[in-house]
C-alpha cells in the first residue's frame, strides 16, 4: 500500500477495468500530487553530486554501485553510500526501512521484472511490521505527456506504482522523480533526462542526484555490464533482478550469467559499425545517451571477442566475488 504524507494514497477512480488502467491512475494522482511535486522541484533543484572514489583520501567512503537490471541491498553499518546512473529510460528505486535503516536500490528496465524484482529488493528490508519508506527515482520518457503510450519508462512507471500499491507493506513515498518531472528538451525538441542517477546516504536515507565516474562504477564494470544484454538469453534470469551484491559480508558476488557463441559472431559484426550507427542500433534513447556509451559498448564487445565462451568468466558456473580493499576499490577473491 502506497501512502504519501503519511496517509493512505487512494484516487478517485474506484472502477478501475484493468492492472494497466488502475496504474496509469495511480501513476498520474501521484505525479500530480503536491506533496510529491513539491518533493520533486526540491530535488531538481540539488546539485548534481559526481562521485570519484580516490584511493589517496585517508579515510574513504564505502560505496556499492549497480548497473542497469541489478540490486543491492545495503546494511548502513558496513555501507556509507549506494547508487547508480546511466539511466535514460529506467527507472532507479530506492526502498529503506525507517526502523532498521537498511536500503535497497535497483535500476529497472523492464515491467516484467518487477514482481520478482520487488520480492528480491524486500526479502531483506522488511522486517515484521511491514512498515517500510521508499524513494522512487529518477527515470524518464521520450515524452512528457503522461497518457502516451509510447513513452519507454511509462509502462514500467505504471507496473511500478500498481504493484506497490497493491502489496500489503507500507510504503511511504518520499520521492517520485520521474516522466516529466525529470525530463528537459532540447532546441530539436529531443528529450533528455534531466538527471541520470541518484546516490543515497544509507545512514539518514537523504537522496540526491548523481553522477558516477569510471572509479566508482566497479568492481568487474565490463563483465557486469555484459550481463545486463547476456540475462535475456539465460531464461534462468527470467523476471528478476540480477544478483550483484552478498548484504551480510559486504562483498560483490557477481552471479553467473551465460551467453552462446552467437553473441560473439554480432558484436564481431557491432564492432564494424560507425559510431553514430551504434548509437542509433543501440540504444532506446540515441539523443540522451552520455558521451561514453558508444565507447563503453566497444569495450563489452572487445572482451566478447577475446572472452567467446561465458565459462572462461565464469568458471564451473561459480560466481566472480570481490572484497573491499583498504583503499576503498575492491580486490577480486
Known amino acids: 500500500m502506497i501512502f504519501v504524507g503519511g496517509l493512505p494514497f487512494s484516487t478517485n477512480n474506484s472502477s478501475w477495468s484493468s492492472s494497466s488502467s488502475q496504474g496509469s491512475d495511480i501513476l498520474v494522482a501521484l505525479l500530480e500530487h503536491p506533496v510529491l511535486v513539491s518533493a520533486s522541484h526540491s530535488f531538481k533543484s540539488m546539485e548534481e553530486t559526481k562521485v570519484s572514489v ?52 535497483a535500476h529497472m528496465d523492464n515491467p516484467e521484472i518487477v514482481d520478482i524484482g520487488l520480492c528480491q529488493m524486500l526479502s531483506l528490508v522488511v522486517d515484521h511490521d511491514l512498515d517500510a519508506e521508499l524513494d522512487h527515482a529518477n527515470g524518464t520518457t521520450i515524452s512528457e505527456c503522461y497518457s502516451d503510450m509510447d513513452g519507454y519508462s511509462l509502462p514500467l512507471c505504471r507496473k511500478l506504482v500498481d504493484t506497490l500499491q497493491r502489496r500489503q ?12 518531472h525529470n525530463t528537459k528538451r532540447d532546441s530539436q525538441g529531443n528529450a533528455y533526462p534531466i538527471f541520470h542517477g541518484f546516490l543515497v546516504e544509507t545512514c539518514t536515507g537523504s537522496l540526491s542526484p548523481a553522477s558516477f565516474d569510471g572509479t566508482s562504477r566497479c568492481p568487474d564494470e565490463i563483465v557486469r555490464r555484459i550481463r545486463v544484454t547476456s540475462s535475456y538469453q539465460d531464461t534462468s534470469w527470467n523476471g528478476k533482478l540480477l544478483e550483484t551484491y552478498d548484504t551480510q559480508t559486504d562483498r560483490f558476488v557477481i552471479a553467473p550469467c551465460h551467453w552462446t557463441v552467437r553473441k560473439f559472431y554480432i558484436v564481431m559484426s557491432l564492432q564494424q559499425l560507425s559510431d553514430e550507427e551504434i548509437l542509433r542500433r543501440c540504444s532506446t534513447s540515441p539523443s540522451a545517451e552520455g558521451p561514453d556509451f558508444v565507447e563503453n559498448l566497444r569495450r563489452q564487445w572487445n572482451y566478447l571477442i577475446k572472452h567467446p565462451d561465458w565459462r572462461e568468466t565464469f568458471p564451473w558456473k561459480q560466481p566472480r566475488v570481490f572484497q573491499r580493499a583498504a583503499d576503498g576499490g575492491w580486490r577480486r577473491c
Open 54 to 105: 580516490s584511493s589517496e583520501t585517508p579515510s574513504p567512503s564505502k560505496y556499492v554501485y549497480v548497473f542497469q537490471r541489478e540490486y543491492a541491498t545495503v546494511d548502513p553499518a558496513l555501507v556509507d553510500y549506494v547508487g547508480t546512473d546511466e539511466a535514460t529510460t529506467c527507472v532507479g528505486l530506492v526502498i529503506r526501512n525507517r526502523r532498521n535503516r537498511m536500503t535497497s536500490i
Open 169 to 180: 507493506e507500507k510504503f511511504h513515498v518520499q520521492t517520485l522523480h520521474v516522466l516529466g
